[in-house]
């Protein structure tokens, strides 16, 4: 495997970065901008439909040649190679990471252990079509010979949150089935759900990699019981699907082989929406749409294999992300979206950043003595704007934000769309600039502000400004640059793990509590008891006498 495990702050490149930080930490990004007139075209990375403004950054040329010097010291373009060629790059799982290759082309060939996976992955993306086309024309009906009408989706994390965020995202292209999304094991969410539902027209997808997940069979479980109040053991095959590469266990649940949609265990879960994982983006949004999706992300993986890191997005936005992260400490970064369709974009990026990067041992089993993945928080603007802006503007802290914003309003509503743009564009301006003593003096004085008053407010209206953010501007949200957006951040992801040199794609940290869980929950029900802690006990004691 040809991917470096140094330790970054041992190279060269990174102690010139510490010594460059000193130098620069103080600059202003505004006299940064008076003294280059070129900066923001310096800074600004044109892209089919992307444009991606990064000059308003605590950065000059030298710090940009410093993180790429960075990039190619810890070989980056040797460990993206691996990365797109089915290398085991996965190393504690001895496990391929290739959701690209279920966007490749389908004349392509991308080999896991010498094997081409392209045929296969050409022939689940066959029976999506094919079982797409099926439900959605209505020629494929439920027991009582009633067309479907409900998707529900089935599954968490992974297999949750990929699929809603897309199919909320973009509801503007969806069909006439309406889709739904069970995930918590908090048993109200399941039956709220079904409280809607009718069994008569009701599509079950199973979304489970392993399928031992116990929220998901607990679930699922749920739903089939359910749904034999109203139709017997023999409709399931006409009412159930999954999702899974554990066919075994699958076929034991009582859904029938035919209707299993592959996957592989070279697919992580929080890149799987690429995958058969995704069926429920293609039974709601249609198989042309789905196929968009994945051709954007495929356009992203050629940009990111190809381009030159100094006009390579998710390369460039992955070094600024570690310039903050690793030399200003900052601890969180934002992610704000001006588009209401992209509402949940946030906790799906959660996953994949933090899932991933979220690691505090180095591919070589030592501990790290450096900061490693980020916290990535966000919300729709305009609305956050009135909720968390004001710590961005005047906290502590220093939190870069990337804000995504789309040129064309999809119903035409320009009036809005051109105050929503407005907002976005002000809202990078006013944390460049901030708002200085001289110019609220100013204004106060020709609002007749009388002199005492001035004197009390004025250190409360200061804003610093000097705060960094990325303006990535699209063209117009369609499942094409959706996917490509999707794509830019899974390499963004891949990046940072190279540089941070710790292993992306296992997840051992969320494993404890799922084993914990379990022995609580038998403790629960069984009388069992188990020592734990004194806290742990009266809680537990706490919630039986309640019970
Ligand atoms: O929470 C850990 C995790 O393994 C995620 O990585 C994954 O997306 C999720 O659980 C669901 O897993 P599965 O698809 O196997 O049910």
Redesign the pocket.
């Known amino acids: 495997m040809n991917i470096s495990s140094r330790n970054p702050t041992q190279t060269k490149s990174w102690k010139a970065l510490e010594q460059h930080f000193n130098a620069i930490k103080e600059v202003e990004m505004s006299a940064l901008f008076s003294k280059d007139l070129d900066r923001a075209q310096t800074f600004t990375i044109k892209w089919e439909d992307f444009y991606v403004d990064y000059s308003k950054n605590r950065i000059t040329e030298e710090t940009m040649q410093l993180l790429l010097n960075l990039a190619d010291e810890l070989k980056l373009k040797e460990a993206i190679s691996s990365y797109f060629s089915g290398e085991p790059i996965n190393h504690t799982e001895k496990r391929a990471v290739l959701h690209t290759a279920l966007r490749a082309n389908a004349t392509d060939t991308v080999c896991v252990k010498d094997k081409n996976v392209i045929p296969e992955i050409n022939e689940v993306k066959e029976k999506i079509k094919n079982f797409t086309h099926c439900i959605v024309s209505g020629n494929q009906k439920g027991f009582s010979g009633k067309a479907f009408t409900d998707i529900v989706n089935i ?5 949750d949150l990929g699929p809603a965020m897309v199919v909320d995202s973009l509801r503007f292209y969806k069909n006439h089935l309406k889709a739904h999304f069970i995930s918590n094991i908090d048993g109200d969410h399941i039956s709220e759900t079904l409280a809607q539902l009718n069994p008569e027209t009701t599509l079950f997808v199973i ?4 399928f031992t ?1 116990q929220e ?1 069979l607990a679930n699922a479980n749920t739903v089939k019981e359910w749904f034999l109040k109203a139709g017997s053991q023999k409709d399931i095959e006409k009412h159930f699907v999954a999702v899974s590469s554990n066919i075994k266990k699958v076929t034991s649940f009582g859904i029938h082989e035919d209707n299993i949609f592959a996957m592989w265990n070279w697919v992580g ?2 890149f799987s929406l690429w995958s058969a994982v995704g069926l429920t983006i293609s039974l709601s949004l249609g198989f042309s749409n789905f196929e968009s999706l994945l051709k954007g992300a495929n356009k992203m993986d050629t940009h990111f294999k190809t381009e030159d890191f100094k006009t390579n997005i998710p390369v460039v936005l992955a070094l600024l992300s570690v310039w903050y992260n690793n030399f200003f400490k900052s601890e969180t970064e934002a992610v704000i979206a001006y588009s209401q369709y992209l509402n949940k974009l946030t906790s799906y990026l959660q996953q994949g950043i933090m ?1 991933s990067n979220g690691k505090s041992v180095d591919r070589n089993g030592l501990p790290v003595d450096y900061q490693t993945g980020t916290i990535v928080w966000g919300e729709p603007g305009t609305n956050s704007q009135h909720a968390f802006f004001q710590l961005i503007h005047q906290g502590t802290k220093l939190i870069p934000v990337d804000f995504i914003g789309f040129a064309e309003s999809l119903f035409g509503n320009q009036a809005h769309h051109d105050k929503l743009i407005s907002n976005y564009v002000a809202q990078t301006e006013a944390l460049l600039h901030g708002k200085k003593r001289e110019d609220i003096i100013n204004d106060l004085i020709s609002n007749k502000v009388p002199q005492d008053t001035i004197d009390r407010i004025l250190p409360f209206k200061v804003f610093k400004g000097n705060k960094p953010t990325n303006s990535i501007f699209i063209n117009k949200l369609t499942p094409e640059s959706l996917g490509e957006l999707l794509a830019m951040y899974e390499h963004k992801i891949f990046v940072q793990g190279i540089i941070w040199n710790i292993y992306s794609y296992d ?1 051992y940290g ?1 494993e404890l509590g799922k084993q914990l869980a379990n022995t609580i929950l038998s403790e629960i029900n069984e009388e069992k008891t188990s020592v734990h802690d004194a806290s742990t006990h009266n809680l537990l004691a706490h919630y039986k006498s309640l019970k």
């Open positions: 599954g968490v994390g992974g297999s979304v489970s990699k392993t997940t998901t879960g929080r899932e997840q969320v």
